[in-house]
């Protein structure tokens, strides 16, 4: 697709549902990243490389998107949708 809206965060958060179904699957999604970045002993705040690296290797199903949604709730981020278009030309 050329132009349009790009959106990070619905993206993975749509990916969160559906791995994480129910009322409260995103909060559960981030409570299994938190306790997976606690048993490995990783910080996602100092070390986020290594934590979405580590969210996925324990669930191969996450995209690189999402494993980076969950790393940045995991160290207390607040992540916005954006609207914004990749190419202001293109619209």
């Known amino acids: ?14 990916q969160l549902r559906q791995l994480f179904p129910g009322q409260n699957g995103l909060d559960n999604a981030v409570a299994w990243a938190t306790d997976v970045l606690a048993q490995e002993l990783l910080d996602p705040a100092i070390t986020p ?18 494993a980076r949604y969950l790393t940045e709730a995991a ?10 278009p990749l190419n202001p030309h293109l619209e």
């Open 49 to 66: 490389l290594r934590a979405a690296r580590a969210l996925r290797r324990t669930d191969r199903r996450l995209a690189l998107v999402t």
């Open 75 to 84: 160290a207390g981020s607040k992540q916005k949708r954006s609207r914004t």
């Open 1 to 14: 697709m050329i132009g349009g809206v790009s959106d990070p965060v619905g993206r993975a958060q749509d």
